[in-house]
């Protein structure tokens, strides 16, 4: 195969491939951003303007930050796969009186509000018997603390519904929503995508509840933090037909977000990678106005936001996500643009100032501020120290998985199944 990708033949497929794409979709894309562009120069880019790098705060506070990692196949047992999902919470005080910023809270004191950190926890189903969704929606009432389903679910159709909907009752009445309610008192039966449960999407499932569950419970404690910050996106996947949730997490996450609006804490999902069209084009756009080495945000407005939203993601699924707010933001122009999305509720309540954009431009650049001095650790600079450190730590490397399954090895000879197939598939023939 080296061979072959050494030739000029593979070089002429690659260019016909990367041709096409310009042909067909830089083409339209780029009469899509043309359209977009003055208004994201002079309305919804701007620059961070960044704390003092000896800032004493009026007000030290608490950044906690959660991350999940896992491995889809722990180990095979003929048709049965075994995963394994791990996260970590990570919470660090700014500490800015002492000059020692960022300190982490100690390890007892986080423990014994959350349990052991990090969090280990395994899932096995078979995928051909008929299981999947029944040992899925199992492992997820076991993850998530709150066991309620009821509750679980309201906190959407609230939200979805600007509050016309407010409980089970109002629920059942729903002319829309009504003829579902059977389907909404079991997690079994909050699965609706269960034809398309396919191992990643089973792991996926697992991965965002772990860690939703994680941030639920920082909520729930006294550990007190004014910024959670998550690894990912605010994105809740609808069915197209019953307009809700197609999967728990959905509803799940915002519960989490009504529990942060109670407890007067900014939830802010941050994404390393992500699909926002023309953020090399923004950056640059940054760039040429500001400087190469501005701080900079730029808002990603929706159909409701004034002035609607862009060109360049109107027929793109899932952005702007249902019921969140998302930004691109740089701190450092080694790293490419992140995004971060935050609570649409809560940001129409503390940051968007009805008929005032310049009121609302002051709440942003604050928001702004604080998340960059979050992001100055040098290991990571331009990324929340408080994120960096929580991927670390739940991360399961390549050394954890082999010890891992060493152990796996020696529990399956202790039980006397040391004959059942137990090794990644195909290793025997290596191939």
Request: aromatic residues 10%.
């Amino acid at each position: 195969m080296l061979e072959k990708i050494l030739t000029k033949g593979f070089r002429r497929i690659l260019e016909a491939t990367f041709n096409d794409i310009k042909n067909q979709q830089d083409r339209r894309d780029e009469e899509e951003f043309a359209k977009d562009e003055i208004r994201i120069k002079e309305e919804l880019l701007d620059t961070v303007d960044p704390y003092s790098s000896d800032v004493v705060l009026d007000e030290d506070f608490v950044v906690a930050a959660v991350d999940g990692s896992g491995n889809s196949n722990l180990v095979t047992l003929d048709d049965i796969r075994v995963h394994l999902l791990s996260s970590s919470t990570i919470l660090l005080n700014t500490n800015s009186t002492n000059g020692q910023y960022f300190e982490p809270l100690e390890r007892e004191k986080i423990e014994a509000e959350l349990g052991e950190q990090p969090y280990l926890d395994s899932h096995w189903h078979s995928g051909v018997r008929g299981d999947a969704q029944e040992k899925l929606a199992q492992s997820l009432e076991n993850i998530y603390p709150l066991k309620d389903v009821a509750e679980i679910v309201m906190p959407f159709f609230r939200d979805f519904t600007n509050g016309s909907i407010n409980s089970t009752s109002d629920l059942g009445k729903s002319i829309e929503y009504g003829k579902y309610v059977k389907d909404l008192k079991e997690v079994k039966k909050l699965i609706s995508r269960q034809q398309l449960l396919t191992n990643p999407i089973v792991h996926d499932e697992l991965r965002t509840v772990t860690e939703l569950a994680a941030a639920r419970k920082v909520l729930e404690s006294n550990l007190n933090p004014k910024y959670l910050l998550i690894d990912g996106a605010l994105s809740v996947f609808l069915h197209f037909i019953r307009k809700y949730p197609s999967m728990p997490s959905g509803f799940m996450l915002r519960d989490v977000c009504t529990i942060a609006r109670k407890k007067g804490v900014t939830v802010a999902a941050v994404s390393k990678n992500h699909t926002i069209p023309f953020a090399h084009r923004i950056a640059k756009m940054a760039r040429d106005n500001f400087g190469d080495h501005s701080k900079w945000f730029c808002q990603l407005p929706s159909a409701e936001d004034p002035g609607g939203g862009l060109h360049i993601y109107e027929d793109r699924t899932y952005i702007p996500p249902t019921l969140a707010v998302p930004y691109l933001f740089s701190f450092s122009r080694d790293n490419r643009p992140s995004r971060v999305d935050f609570d649409r509720i809560w940001w129409k309540d503390k940051i968007l100032v009805h008929g005032d954009s310049q009121a609302t431009r002051e709440n942003e650049k604050a928001l702004f501020r604080d998340l960059e001095f979050m992001s100055r650790d040098a290991r990571w600079y331009g990324y929340p120290v408080a994120l960096g450190l929580a991927h670390i730590t739940c991360k399961l490397s390549y050394e954890d998985m082999r010890l891992a399954k060493e152990i796996v090895d020696d529990i399956l000879r202790a039980m006397n199944q040391e004959g059942r197939k137990a090794s990644a598939l195909r290793e025997d023939y290596n191939l």
